[in-house]
């Protein structure tokens, strides 16, 4: 068994939200911490930077008036993801925003920072580096993160090309803390299985953007529930790292999905004018040919749970 921080022992139900750029809000986590999953947004999804703090107020004071009033249920706890890359000259603030209302789970991502780490140890906050391969998962555990974030081949936005059984058995000869697995998990199936191969947690994002408390077009929501494996594009294209996209997205903004240019990586940058690379093409996972409808978070986890314990039957 993994050794679990307290923040993540008792989780009602074995998912954390993965944070959708610009389509994560309070809406969203909130609903998702309720259902009984880890609720995550980006801190660069409140813009202006002032706008963190008063979401932060938000989520606490929702959370904490629900944990009041359903003792024996409380939600889950909520994350907030930080690009840690030089291009996010907000990441001092934001960070000293979690600090001010003690974030329970820090999503640290493209580049770990000790001081990033201390900053959320500070008051007993918990950190998850997410990671593309051994190596990287070697130095974020060095650097002082306390768990990990698989991701594998088939995540939807920024994702490696790892198989998950060969990322999750790598990690797990040398790692004993909390691991999620991201990649193409969108059933409550796929998230059983996440925790047979070893992940403790599967990490879900794209499944999560065709719910009706997603910050998304309804167009975006649609796309998702009208495609499959086959319509998603890997690409470096649009922020200088490679992710999975929707391939009618990239249609539409006039470009041929087929054949892309190769970005230059050292332009990387995840604000200002990417922002609306990021409108414009989709980002998603290879695991929306489960998804067929529109549903609200709630209903969407409770399928969830319901072909997790099928799934479980099953095997029994």
């Avoid at 989709?282 to 489960?290: F, P, S, T, V």
Wanted: overall charge negative; glycine content about 8%; hydrophobic content about 45%.
């Amino acid at each position: 068994m993994s050794k679990l921080p307290a923040a993540l022992a008792n989780l009602p139900f074995p998912v954390i939200g993965s944070p959708l750029f610009i389509i994560s809000t309070p809406k969203l986590v909130i609903a998702q911490c309720i259902a009984g999953v880890v609720g995550s947004m980006p801190a660069l999804n409140a813009r202006p930077a002032e706008q963190l703090e008063e979401w932060l107020i938000e989520i606490t004071e929702t959370l904490a008036a629900y944990n009041l009033a359903h003792p024996d249920a409380p939600a889950a706890p909520y994350a907030i993801n930080q690009i840690v890359h030089k291009s996010n000259d907000r990441l001092d603030h934001d960070m000293a925003m979690c600090v001010k209302y003690k974030v329970p789970i820090i999503i640290t991502s493209l580049g770990a920072r000790e001081d990033i780490n201390a900053a959320a140890h500070s008051y007993g906050g918990v950190v998850l580096h997410d990671v593309i391969n051994n190596k990287h998962a070697h130095k974020a555990i060095e650097k002082g993160a306390d768990g990990l974030i698989a991701v594998a081949a088939g995540a939807g936005g920024h994702a490696g090309l790892k198989s998950p059984f060969a990322l999750i058995q790598e990690i797990r000869q040398w790692f004993d803390g909390p691991l999620a697995l991201s990649g193409s998990i969108a059933t409550g199936d796929a998230v059983l299985a996440a925790q047979a191969m070893g992940a403790d947690f599967a990490y879900i994002g794209s499944a999560f953007i065709a719910t009706d408390e997603a910050r998304a077009a309804e167009a975006y929501k649609q796309s998702i529930v009208d495609s499959d494996s086959d319509d998603i594009v890997y690409s470096n294209l649009f922020t200088g790292v490679h992710g999975n996209y929707l391939a009618p997205s990239i249609r539409n903004a006039g470009m041929d999905p087929a054949n892309l240019p190769e970005s230059d990586p050292s332009k990387m940058n995840f604000g200002g004018d990417k922002t609306k690379a990021w409108k414009d093409i989709w980002g998603c996972g290879q695991g929306i040919g489960a998804i067929h409808e529109v549903q609200s978070t709630a209903d969407f986890v409770a399928q969830l749970k319901r072909q997790y314990a099928d799934a479980k039957e099953r095997i029994a």
